[in-house]
């Protein structure tokens, strides 16, 4: 036990001694995750909106594959990613694997569905209440998709804080299409792996802390959200 | 079909009881879990008359109204606006305010803002409309208040001043002040009286035989999904000529399925 109270002190140590190589990993790591959340924002959002607020042939195959893409094993999308950034593959020619782009892109096909599905599922929730007014006021169809999604924005907000923390934490997808490399795409998650396997284990832990805090600091903003939602009423 | 044809302005009320009809329904027929809720209604509402529907629970009042509004597809029959089928453009003639009022998630203001912006309204326009519905609401000092926390009868004031906003030529009201105390109702009652000076046309679907009196020319009396008997609205709260209306005016409850002849 005395080795696990040594070994947090120095983690602790590390963080507070605002660590270089500790710093560059939290900044590639939330670099990489905002950039492949945003994006996923702006496809996931409307597509979601579309599926929640209009009626079309084969909506409901669209309602179950997006489910079902939101449990996507993380290294299986790693190894699609791989196959399509690699020498050989589709956009081998633009060179991006083990590259911060490459992470970016393998998040981002892991968070879309995520956001597409959970902003479905609350557009549609809204929309029932709409639609009958929407009909009587002669709403079109953009009108319609852009009025639920800015209605909905509180609610959209917690989704996308959902797909900031299932990319952070995330270690499958960037180690394939990243390589874990030294200073170029080495975020928190892989580099809590190498270390602990290296026996490094303070650094690994001091990862660890900042990860726990970033997910008790995304908690407590959908809580502060949700509370200011409901004050006015727009939850 | 069973006949249940009424022409609303049957009793020859005076004003534009001649006009031509604004509003027509034929034959309207509409089903829902196989069984006929609405059944073979004929109905005019014409310019600038204030038509208000009665009727028990499951009379089918909001049903005749969202087939008039074409919120719902009828089954059968039709549905005229202006003699021509109503269409979505036949629809932006029209306005509706729900029993309970379905206000947007933003301020006030934007949600008058949205209405007419939906429309394609050009900005001067609109602006202008805003200011005569804040003005007419009275809710000027609630403008940037998240609408969804305004009190019940500031919400439905709203609803309805943002139908208003609009420029309807007919506004349909399902049970607006059904929930609210007796000063919210007259200031509903304000503005749709306002709203006919102004030449709109009403049709008021109402459980208060008061608001009835008060508020409408013509009465249509449903039953089963059939109007069972129409005419002048206080001649007909007076001395209703049909079991069901007399039933219901008085209290008791109506159990025998309705008569095709009222």
Redesign the interface.
Same mark, same amino acid.
């Given at each position: 036990m005395d080795g696990f109270w040594q070994v947090l002190g120095e983690a602790a140590g590390l963080i507070l001694a605002w660590d270089s190589d500790l710093i560059e990993i939290v900044g590639l790591s939330l670099r990489v995750t905002l950039t492949a959340v945003a994006i996923s924002c702006v496809i996931g959002l409307p597509l979601g909106a579309a599926v929640g607020a209009f009626r079309f042939p084969g909506r409901t195959a669209a309602i179950v594959v997006l489910n079902s893409l939101m449990g996507l094993p993380p290294v299986v999308v790693g190894l699609m990613a791989y196959l399509m950034l690699s020498a050989a593959g589709p956009l081998g020619p633009l060179q991006l694997l083990y590259t911060p782009a490459a992470m970016i892109i393998a998040q981002t096909i892991l968070v879309t569905p995520l956001i597409a599905a959970l902003s479905r599922q609350v557009v549609e929730d809204c929309y029932r209440e709409y639609a009958e007014q929407f009909d009587s006021l002669g709403v079109g169809p953009l009108d319609r998709a852009a009025a639920l999604l800015w209605d909905a924005r509180y609610s959209l907000l917690t989704v996308a804080l959902a797909g900031f923390g299932r990319a952070v934490a995330e270690v499958g997808a960037v180690i394939i299409v990243g390589g874990n490399i030294n200073h170029v795409t080495r975020v928190m998650t892989t580099t809590i792996a190498l270390e602990t396997s290296k026996g490094n284990l303070e650094l690994a832990l001091a990862l660890g802390v900042v990860l726990l805090a970033l997910a008790v600091a995304v908690n407590g903003a959908v809580m502060a959200l949700r509370a200011s939602a409901v004050r006015m009423a727009y939850a | 079909m069973p006949e249940a044809a009424f022409d609303m302005a049957a009793p020859a009320p005076p004003m534009t009881a001649d006009a031509p009809a604004l509003l027509s329904a034929r034959g309207l027929c509409f089903d829902a879990g196989g069984k006929r809720l609405v059944d073979g209604i004929d109905i005019d509402i014409r310019p600038g008359r204030r038509t208000v529907v009665m009727g028990a629970n499951g009379a089918g009042k909001s049903l005749l109204l =969202?087939l008039l509004?074409?919120?719902i597809r009828p089954t059968a029959g039709e549905v005229l606006w202006q003699g021509r089928p109503l269409d =979505?453009d036949g629809?932006?003639g029209? @306005?509706?305010v /729900?029993q309970r009022p379905?206000l947007?998630?933003?301020s006030v203001l934007a949600n008058l803002r /949205? @209405?007419l @912006?939906?429309?394609g309204l050009p900005g001067p326009e609109r602006r202008a409309r805003e200011a005569e519905a804040m003005e007419r609401s009275r809710l000027g000092d609630l403008a940037n208040r998240?609408a969804?926390?305004l009190s019940g009868g500031e919400q439905q004031r709203l609803a309805v001043v943002r139908a208003l906003a609009?420029r309807p030529r007919v506004l349909f009201l399902d049970e607006p002040t059904a929930s609210l105390d007796p000063g919210s109702t007259h200031a509903i009652e304000r503005l749709v009286a306002d709203a006919h000076e102004s030449g709109v046309a009403i049709v008021l679907v109402t459980h208060d035989t008061g608001q009835a009196r008060r508020l409408g020319d013509d009465l249509v009396f449903l039953h089963g999904g059939r109007v069972v008997e129409a005419g002048h609205a206080a001649n007909l709260l007076d001395a209703p000529r049909s079991e069901a209306a007399r039933a219901w005016l008085q209290g008791r409850l109506y159990l025998e399925s309705p008569s095709p002849e009222a």
């Open positions: - | =969202r509004h074409g919120l =979505r629809r932006l029209q @306005a509706m /729900f379905v947007l998630r933003r /949205f @209405a @912006a939906v429309r998240p969804r926390v609009c």
